[in-house]
């Protein structure tokens, strides 16, 4: 997973810009954006990060590298195996 913070990613059209320039360079690339916090994450086993880099560069934005943030496992209700609530 590559993550990077996008300042000058303002609107929707942005994310579809961008989200277009990703799959244009890896059509299997998984891509999610958080407009609020100027997030993009990218998985990709096509691209690395500086050909990431520079497709988000050259469709007018300015990535920056971040951490990716990893999704968390969902929390287990106490004394259940499954998560359920019975």
């Known amino acids: 997973?590559?993550?990077?913070?996008?300042?000058?990613?303002?609107?929707?059209?942005?994310?579809?810009?961008?989200?277009?320039?990703?799959?244009?360079?890896?059509?299997?690339?998984?891509?999610?954006?958080?407009?609020?916090?100027?997030?993009?994450?990218?998985?990709?086993?096509?691209a690395d990060k500086a050909e990431l880099k520079t497709a988000i560069e050259e469709a007018g934005y300015t990535p920056t590298p971040v951490a990716a943030v990893a999704a968390e496992p969902p929390q287990k209700a106490a004394g259940s195996c499954c998560g359920c609530s019975r």
Request: hydrophobic share 50%.
């Open 1 to 46: 997973m590559v993550a990077f913070e996008v300042k000058d990613m303002t609107c929707g059209h942005c994310v579809s810009m961008i989200t277009k320039a990703v799959k244009f360079l890896d059509g299997d690339a998984q891509v999610a954006i958080d407009l609020a916090s100027k997030r993009v994450q990218i998985e990709s086993r096509a």
